[in-house]
T-cell receptor, first 114, second 112 residues
Framework: DGGITQSPKYLFRKEGQNVTLSCEQNLNHDAMYWYRQDPGQGLRLIYYSQIVNDFQKGDIAEGYSVSREKKESFPLTVTSAQKNPTAFYLC?????????????FGPGTRLTVT | GQNIDQPTEMTATEGAIVQINCTYQTSGFNGLFWYQQHAGEAPTFLSYNVLDGLEEKGRFSSFLSRSKGYSYLLLKELQMKDSASYLCAVSTLSGSARQLTFGSGTQLTVLP
């Protein structure tokens, strides 16, 4: 079955630690995205990548970093510089970076930093 | 920037029809998506509109008016499983990048 996997589903970290969230897709999609969702709010774009070895900042990139060394993988690192990291993080992919291509979402990782 | 508005909450009865509105103000409009999201789960694609008019897909229909910056999602024959958050997302073109900007979502509760 093709799809997007994110692990773990729940993640707990102490303040001041960096943490990396994984995202893997076997849909052969070129474009991948990371979103953050806070309670009662919509999704906000953190980073996106339209092809291997290329990525662009979204609306709220500060305190986050990404890499795209393989087409299938787009890990997100939440650094200690992110002031309010506790949130629900969603990874998505689409065939290509374009307005008409629907995005498929992974199951999400709920990160809690204390 | 982009501004997307949708009601925070709506309640309807099983078997009824409900219309969820979405208004937007944006530049470089390239289409509008509706997603359904159950609590704690990933959003799933419902519909995509890029031209004015109504797109029907089973119990769900979506309408777009680009001149008015307005869309709605129509759900017919409501079922309990339709209780979820419905996200309106606008696709925009900025330079060479196309991005999706999401509204805050409308939490729909279907009552028996």
């Amino acid at each position: 079955d093709g799809g997007i996997t994110q692990s773990p589903k729940y993640l707990f970290r102490k303040e001041g630690q960096n943490v990396t969230l994984s995202c893997e897709q076997n849909l052969n999609h070129d474009a991948m995205y990371w979103y953050r969702q806070d309670p009662g709010q919509g999704l906000r774009l953190i980073y996106y990548s339209q092809i291997v070895n290329d990525f662009q900042k979204g609306d709220i990139a500060e305190g986050y970093s990404v890499s795209r060394e393989k087409k299938e993988s787009f890990p997100l690192t939440v650094t200690s510089a992110q002031k309010n990291p506790t949130a629900f993080y969603l990874c998505a992919s689409s065939i290509r970076l374009g307005s008409s291509y629907e995005q498929y979402f992974g199951p999400g990782t709920r990160l809690t930093v204390t | 920037g982009q501004n997307i508005d949708q009601p925070t909450e709506m309640t309807a009865t099983e078997g009824a029809i409900v219309q969820i509105n979405c208004t937007y103000q944006t530049s470089g409009f390239n289409g509008l998506f509706w997603y359904q999201q159950h609590a704690g789960e990933a959003p799933t694609f419902l519909s995509y509109n890029v031209l004015d008019g109504l797109e029907e897909k089973g119990r769900f229909s979506s309408f777009l008016s680009r001149s008015k910056g307005y869309s709605y999602l129509l759900l017919k024959e409501l079922q309990m499983k339709d209780s979820a958050s419905y996200l309106c997302a606008v696709s925009t073109l900025s330079g060479s990048a196309r991005q999706l900007t999401f509204g805050s979502g409308t939490q729909l509760t279907v009552l028996p």
